[in-house]
């Protein structure tokens, strides 16, 4: 199994360009998960989606973000305008549906640099 | 709302030394906790979890960790480290098995020293 696979590795864009972050779960998962990482934060939750259809988006920092699954092995998180204070690695991670390992997998993360 | 703390930002142990990474946890109901473990510029990979049963539980790497509900801790353990042991551990909560999302401590960077 290839595991979570997420690109780009890195992104450096400028402020007010439109970023897309691209993510194919696990196959089988039926869940998926977008986290940022940053050093001021840590590990923030974004959004879930279960069987492709978003549960919880109250992580999503602003309308600029968005978010979208429309089929089971692929998803983006998209950044339209970008700002510097949105650079971080954004991590996309799957797992099994509830009551079983509850445990997630993630991908190698996206590095994005806003400047 | 759960959450979770990871009081000391760095831990540092001399290899072959029992090492302690500290978490304790806030949730409303019955927790799910889980170590993570991130090495440097990569996903972070599961080690362990709690659910139910037994107050000890063991993972990869040997790791193990204590769930202690009257101290609402659940603080990782290894009895002997070793350097290769050197990452950041992030310690998480979930009250909906894992599936609800998690939400993770700020992390510890441990550091082993040869």
């Known amino acids: 199994d290839a595991g979570v696979i997420q690109s780009p590795r890195h992104e450096v864009t400028e402020m007010g360009q439109e970023v897309t972050l691209r993510c194919k779960p696990i196959?089988?998962?039926?869940?998926l998960f977008w986290y940022r990482q940053t050093m001021m934060r840590g590990l923030e939750l974004l959004i879930y989606f279960n069987n492709n259809v978003p549960i919880d988006d109250s992580g999503m920092p602003e309308d600029r973000f968005s978010a979208k699954m429309p089929n089971a092995s692929f998803s983006t998180l998209k950044i339209q305008p970008s700002e510097p204070r949105d650079s971080a690695v954004y991590f996309c991670a799957s797992t099994y549906k509830p009551g079983h390992t509850g445990e997630l997998f993630f991908g190698e993360g996206s590095r994005l640099t806003v400047l | 709302a759960q959450s979770v703390a990871q009081p000391e930002d760095q831990v540092n142990v001399a290899e072959g030394n029992p090492l302690t990474v500290k978490c304790t946890y806030s949730?409303?109901?019955?927790?799910?906790l889980f170590w993570y473990v991130q090495y440097p510029n990569r996903g972070l990979q599961f080690l362990l979890k709690y659910i139910t049963g037994d107050n000890l539980v063991k993972g990869s790497y040997g790791f193990e960790a204590e769930f202690n509900k009257s101290q609402t801790s659940f603080h990782l353990k290894k009895p002997s480290a070793l350097v290769s042991d050197s990452a950041l551990y992030f310690c998480?909560?979930?009250?909906?098995?894992?599936?609800?999302?998690?939400?993770f401590g700020k992390g510890t960077h441990l550091i082993i020293q040869p």
């Open positions: 949730v409303s109901g019955n927790p799910y």
């Open positions: 998480a909560v979930s009250e909906g098995g894992g599936a609800d999302g998690l939400t």
């Open positions: 196959s089988g998962h039926d869940y």
